[in-house]
Structure formats: C-alpha cells, structure tokens
C-alpha cells in the first residue's frame, strides 16, 4: 500500500503545482483586466490636473517604496521595487502609463 502512494505522491505533486500555476496566471490576467479598466476610468472621468496630482501621489508613493525598500534589503531589493511598479505600469519621473 505505502508503493503505491509513493508512486502516486510525484502526479498528486505534479497535479498541485499545475493548479497553482492556472490559478496564479488567472490572477495576474484578472489584475491586468482591473489595471485597464481603472486606466479607461481615469482617462475619462479624470480633468488634466487631477490626473497631475494623481501622478505626483504615485511619484510620492514610488519614491516612499524604493527608500523603505532600500533600507530593509539593500540595492537589490530597491531594484526589484522599481521593477515591480514598472511591470504595473508606474515610471518614476514619467508618469502613469
């Protein structure tokens, strides 16, 4: 009896991490879908200057992020900030895109 979940621990393995991977690739599909229709929500319910000012908070927030990242992990973990918020669509000095 023990062989044959020993046989069968690899596929349930297997099978597990395949789950995962869909649920984690629908996540990040559904995350991309809500980050356009919140882009399509502020371009048009937005005027120039409260997208300026939304932008500038960003800017705030990013910068905050980078130095409390900074602090507690060094260079690396600054780096892996701003690519993270590069990856959601938020450049530092550029705007929101």
């Known amino acids: ?3 044959i979940i020993d046989q069968a621990q690899t596929y349930i ?3 597990a991490l395949a789950v995962v991977g869909v649920l984690a690739t629908v996540i990040l599909r559904a995350i991309a879908l809500l980050q356009q229709k919140a882009n399509s929500l502020f371009d048009a319910r937005l005027s120039v200057s409260q997208r300026e000012l939304l932008y500038k908070i960003a800017s705030e927030g990013f910068a905050f992020a980078q130095t409390v990242y900074k602090d ?5 973990t ?3 900030t701003s690519v993270f ?5 938020i450049q530092r000095n550029k705007g929101i895109h």
């Open 1 to 3: 009896m023990q062989t």
């Open 13 to 15: 393995t297997a099978i």
């Open 72 to 76: 507690l992990g060094g260079r690396e």
């Open 78 to 80: 600054a780096a892996g």
């Open 85 to 89: 918020f590069r990856s959601i669509g």
